[in-house]
């Protein structure tokens, strides 16, 4: 009998093509645009070869037990990790395939977009002109701030920092500068970008954008020490987890006037509720988590995703592996 895998969500429909034809799995699918619900996922994994998940699926301990001792593989389609614990998916020999790379360019665009949204106040903008508010052509209202001439900071230097500093590139940014747990000389190159602290870091960047994994290492390192050293003229954008950032101090620092602006397309919890107090600020732009959403980039993942499912049930490498 054919290994069996279990499919967490109606994935776009390449990867489902990509299963389907292969011949080589019995699926079953959790058929709907909604997540699963954790008890119906934690019987659903029982006795499963291998699991197909997105990022809203917990992968931990209680799920592994669930699924038990055939588990061989489990295939995210994400590029990011953090909801797999992965000690404890290395200590049972399970292998982990993610999606890097074939949403780069996705994401690195809605990046820029939501850079310049928030720099120049677009979504304000709109609000006045649809509201009443343009009253006239007037001097300084809605006015905002420029990249030509800006200093670009990258929080966590890889594949996406760059692309993103490669497209901010023509907008005339004067210098990129970046900060890691090391120097990524080969990836620093590329944009010429000069490693900085931390400190530096908040201090010299007039656009600020956070690119890195989290990972308990950066889990809340966006707080209070950062945003007090960053320009009351600069602007923060993350596009990688809300995780990264502590919401509470992020708020004092928009609402006290110490940064100018922030787009997040990542909060915690996702979603974030409709009261929550960022969603009260104007100089806060926030989106539903959309960055790699154009429908090549999402049907690029999923077949990557099923791709990587198949190669490590057939015990061969696969296409994108997580080394654990
Ligand atoms: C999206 O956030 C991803 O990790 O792919
Ligand atoms: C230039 O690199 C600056 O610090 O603004």
């Known amino acids: 009998t054919l290994p069996r895998v279990y499919v967490s969500r109606k994935v776009p429909p390449q990867g489902l093509e990509i299963l389907r034809k292969s011949g080589q799995v019995q699926i079953e699918l959790w058929d709907s645009d ?33 699924a038990g001792p055939k588990l061989k593989v489990v295939s995210t389609m994400s590029v990011g990790f ?71 900071g990258i929080l966590g230097l890889g594949r996406i920092g760059v692309a993103i500093a490669e497209r901010l590139k023509p907008f005339k940014v004067n210098k990129f500068i970046y900060t890691d747990v090391a120097p990524r000389p080969e990836l620093a190159e590329v944009i010429q970008a000069e490693y900085v602290s931390m400190d530096e870091l908040a201090r010299r960047s007039d656009f600020l954008a956070v690119c890195c994994a989290l990972t308990p290492d950066t889990q809340g390192i966006c707080n209070k020490n950062l945003f007090s050293k960053m320009k009351n003229t600069s602007i923060f954008i993350n596009t990688s987890r809300g995780g990264v950032v502590n919401q509470e101090d992020l708020y004092e620092a928009l609402s006290s006037g110490q940064i100018a602006g922030a787009g997040l397309d990542v909060t915690t919890p996702e979603p974030l509720p409709t009261s929550h107090p960022l969603f009260s600020l104007k100089n806060c732009v926030i989106l539903p988590h959309i960055a790699s ?30 080394q654990l």
């Open 34 to 66: 909604d997540p699963v619900p954790r008890q119906e996922l934690l019987k659903k994994v029982k006795g499963c070869d291998g699991l197909l998940c997105v990022l809203t699926e917990k992968i931990d301990a209680e799920l592994l037990n669930a």
């Open 82 to 152: 953090d909801h797999l614990s992965l000690d404890e998916l290395k200590k049972r020999g399970i292998r982990v395939g993610y999606t890097p790379e074939v949403l780069t360019d996705a994401v690195a665009e809605l990046t820029v977009a939501l850079l310049l949204t928030t720099s120049r106040r677009l979504i304000e903008a709109t609000h006045e002109a649809k509201t009443g508010g343009w009253g006239t052509w007037r001097t300084l209202w809605l006015c905002g701030y420029e990249l030509a001439n800006s200093t670009v």
């Open 293 to 322: 959403a154009s429908y090549t980039t999402r049907n690029d993942m999923s077949a990557l995703a099923a791709n990587n499912l198949l190669a490590g049930l057939r015990g061969e490498p696969m296409p994108k592996e997580l």
